[in-house]
C-alpha cells in the first residue's frame, strides 16, 4: 500500500512528483524519496525516513532540475522504515531508478542469486533486487528488460522505472495492484491511483494484470509480458481536486472498504515456500520452542479482540492448543498463569496501543513467549515481541477499523496454520489446502463488495433505530460482537451482540415489534440451531436481516431480507460477513448525518490506558 508517481513531460518533474505523493501520503508514510533524471543524464535521487515533510526538509535548497521524475511514499513491509530501505533503489552503476509497490514472494532467491553473481546490494528490501536484474538484462530496450524481469517476480507488484540513458521514458508495470496513466498535452503521467495527477489531468486509462508501460512525453504504449502491444480504454474523471485525497469517495472509511481484497491479497502474499511449506519469515521463534508450547493466549483490545476471538477458533482447531483470549485492558490485573511453555499473540493495529503494550510486557515478564500481529513496522509493539507478523494493510486513516481488522483475521489463519505444520497436527496436503482456500479470499471479499446495494438501502430505512441487535453462533459471534461495535461507533446506538443460542437467556426480552435484528447465518454446523434462534426473534416481532450463504435457503422463511455472501470453508466465512457488517454500520451513520471518518470522542490509536 505504497504510494508511486512517475511523469515525463515540459513542466520540473520534482514539482510534479512531489505534489503527487502529498496527494498519496495517505498510501504510505514509513518513508519518501524522489528521483529525477536531469539534462546531464545523471539520475539524482533524495530520499528520508519517516513523513513526507523529513523528505521537503532534505530537499530544502537542493536543486533536482529535470523533466523526468518517479516518486514514492512507503509502507515498509521488507526492511525497516530507515534512509537506506526508502525508495527509489539503484543498480550497482546507478543508471536505474526504481520504485515499487508490493511484496516480492521470491525476493530471497532473488537476491541470493544477484549476490553469488557479484553485485552489491545495499537495503534489507525485495525492491533492490528489481534494480539489478533489470541492470544486467538491459540492452539499450529499457521496456524489454523490464518485461524480462517482471516474469521472474512471483507476488504482487506495480513497478515504475527510469534509466539515466532514456531521457523520454518512464517504465511502469503491474501485477495484482492498481496502476493508473495520467494522458496530458506533452505530459504524461503513472500513479497508483489518479489522485496523484488530478492537478494536471481528468483523462486516465487502467493498465491491466501483467501489462507493461512505456511512458513518453508524446504518448503511451502498453504491451503484455511478450511485448504484444494491448488496448485499453480511457476514461474521464469527474471528481475535482478537493475530493483527491479520498480518491473520489465521500469518507475515507467507504475507500478502506473497497481496498479490503487488495490488502488481504498483501497480507496472504508470499506465505508459501516452493517446497510447499507455509513460511512466515518474520516469525522468529524455533520450531523446537513452538513444539513445547502447551496453550496460547491472545490479547487484544476493541476490533483486534473480535479477530483474536476468531484466532481462537482457528488455532484451537487446527494445532489442538488450548487457547484464550483476554480484554489487552484486564489481562495483567487478573494474575493469569504463563510462562515458557505458553505463546501470547498481541493484536494492534498501530502497534501502540497501550493496554497490549503494557499485557505484552506483563507476559514477558513471567517468561512467555510473545508475537506481535501489527500493521506497524517498528512499532512498540513489534519491537518488544519476540515475534511480528506485519499485515502490510497499508494506512487507514478512518478511526473505525476496516482493512486493519480485515488483515488480522488473515493473519491469526495463517499463524494458526503456520503453528499447526511446525507442530504435525495438519500435515502438508492440509495446510496447502487451507492456504489455497485463503488465497482465494480476496476474489471473494471483491465480490461481496458488489451485493451491498440492498444492505445499503435498509440501513437507510431503518437508521431512525435506536437499538439494534446482532446474532451469530460459532465464528458468526465475533462477527456479531464486531458488528455491534461498528454501528456504536459510527452511529452512537445502542447495539449489542450475542451468541445467538443467549438470546433466549435474557436478551430476547429486548425484542420489540419491529427492532432490528442482524444475524450472521452463514453455513456451518450449528446452521439448524441457528434457524430455530431465528423463529425465536420472529415469532416476537424482530425485523431479521439476515446474512446468508450462496444456494442456503434454510433461514430464507424467517428472515425480513437476506443479504447473501459467497460459499467459502464456514471457518473462514468471518472474512466474507465483516464487510456487510461495515458497510451496514457506514450507511447507518451517513444516513443520520454523521462523518464516519471521525467519530465522536474516538481516536485511531488509544496510546493511554
Not at 496460547?296 to 484464550?324: D, F, M, N
Not at 431465528?534 to 416481532?541: D, F, N, P, T
Amino acid at each position: 500500500m505504497c504510494g508511486i508517481v512517475g511523469y515525463v513531460g515540459e513542466q520540473p518533474a520534482l514539482d510534479v512528483v512531489m505534489q503527487g505523493l502529498r496527494r498519496l501520503e495517505y498510501r504510505g508514510y514509513d518513508s519518501a524519496g524522489v528521483a529525477v533524471l536531469g539534462s546531464d543524464d545523471e539520475l539524482r535521487i533524495a530520499r528520508k525516513a519517516g513523513k513526507l515533510a523529513n523528505l521537503d526538509a532534505e530537499l530544502a535548497g537542493t536543486e533536482l532540475p529535470g523533466t523526468l521524475g518517479v516518486g514514492h511514499t512507503r509502507w515498509a513491509t521488507h526492511g525497516a522504515p530507515t534512509d537506506r530501505n526508502a525508495h527509489p533503489h539503484r543498480d550497482c552503476s546507478g543508471a536505474v531508478a526504481v520504485v515499487h509497490n508490493g511484496t516480492l514472494e521470491n525476493f530471497a532467491e532473488l537476491r541470493e542469486g544477484l549476490t553469488e553473481r557479484g553485485h552489491s546490494l545495499s537495503s534489507d528490501t525485495d525492491t533492490e533486487a528489481v534494480a539489478h536484474l533489470i541492470e544486467e538484462r538491459y540492452d539499450g530496450d529499457l521496456a524489454a528488460a523490464v518485461r524480462e524481469v517482471a516474469k521472474e517476480l512471483e507476488g504482487s507488484f506495480v513497478l515504475v522505472v527510469a534509466h539515466r540513458e532514456q531521457p523520454d521514458l518512464v517504465i511502469g508495470a503491474r501485477r495484482n495492484l492498481p496502476l493508473v496513466v495520467g494522458l496530458g498535452d506533452g505530459e504524461n503521467f503513472l500513479a497508483s491511483d489518479v489522485t496523484a495527477f488530478i492537478a494536471y489531468t481528468r483523462e486516465a486509462r487502467a493498465v491491466d494484470q501483467d501489462q507493461v508501460v512505456e511512458l513518453r512525453r508524446d504518448g503511451v504504449r502498453v504491451t503484455d509480458l511478450d511485448g504484444n502491444d494491448v488496448e485499453g480504454e480511457t476514461y474521464h474523471v469527474d471528481w475535482d481536486t478537493a475530493a483527491a485525497e479520498k480518491a473520489g469517495y465521500e469518507y475515507f472509511m467507504l475507500k478502506e472498504i473497497d481496498e479490503q481484497p487488495e490488502a488481504v491479497a498483501e497480507t496472504i502474499g508470499g506465505r508459501l515456500g516452493r517446497d510447499g511449506r507455509l513460511r512466515l519469515d518474520e516469525l522468529a521463534i524455533s520450531d523446537e520452542d513452538i513444539r513445547g508450547f502447551q496453550q496460547v493466549v491472545i490479547v487484544a483490545c476493541g476490533s483486534s479482540y473480535h479477530s483474536g476471538l476468531v484466532g481462537k477458533y482457528a488455532i484451537e482447531r487446527w494445532t489442538r492448543l488450548p487457547t484464550q483470549v483476554e480484554i489487552a485492558s484486564e489481562f495483567r490485573y487478573r494474575d493469569p498463569v504463563v510462562g515458557r511453555d505458553t505463546l501470547v499473540i498481541a493484536i494492534s493495529q498501530s502497534g501502540e496501543t497501550a493496554d497490549t503494550l503494557e499485557a505484552l510486557r506483563h507476559a514477558r515478564q513471567q517468561g512467555a513467549w510473545v508475537m506481535a500481529v501489527t500493521n506497524t513496522v517498528g512499532s512498540s509493539i513489534a519491537r518488544e515481541s519476540d515475534a511480528v507478523f506485519y499485515t502490510r494493510s497499508g494506512p487507514e486513516i478512518a478511526v473505525a477499523s476496516t482493512k486493519a481488522v480485515m488483515t488480522q483475521l488473515a493473519a491469526v489463519y495463517l499463524v494458526g496454520l503456520h503453528l499447526a505444520q511446525i507442530r504435525g497436527t495438519r500435515d502438508g496436503d492440509e495446510v496447502r489446502s487451507h492456504y489455497a482456500d485463503l488465497a482465494a479470499i480476496p476474489r471473494l471479499i471483491e465480490d461481496t463488495l458488489t451485493r451491498m446495494d440492498p444492505l445499503r438501502k435498509i440501513a437507510r430505512d431503518i437508521s431512525d433505530a435506536e437499538r439494534v441487535l446482532f446474532l451469530g453462533r460459532h465464528v458468526g459471534y465475533p462477527m456479531a460482537l464486531e458488528g455491534a461495535l461498528k454501528l456504536k461507533e459510527l452511529a452512537y446506538v445502542s447495539a449489542e451482540g450475542f451468541p445467538a443460542g443467549e438470546i433466549k437467556h435474557g436478551p430476547i426480552a429486548l425484542i420489540e415489534q419491529g427492532t432490528p435484528v442482524v444475524v450472521l447465518a452463514t453455513r456451518h454446523a450449528l446452521s439448524p440451531k441457528l434457524v430455530t434462534n431465528v423463529q425465536e426473534i420472529k415469532a416476537r416481532g424482530a425485523r431479521t436481516i439476515v446474512i446468508a450463504t450462496d444456494g442456503d435457503d434454510s433461514v430464507t422463511p424467517y428472515a425480513d431480507h437476506v443479504i447473501r455472501v459467497p460459499d467459502t470453508k464456514s471457518l473462514l466465512s468471518p472474512l466474507l460477513t465483516l464487510v456487510p457488517m461495515q458497510v451496514f454500520s457506514a450507511e447507518f451513520a451517513m444516513a443520520r448525518g454523521l462523518d464516519v471518518d471521525q467519530p465522536r470522542n474516538l481516536a485511531k490509536s488509544v496510546t493511554v490506558e
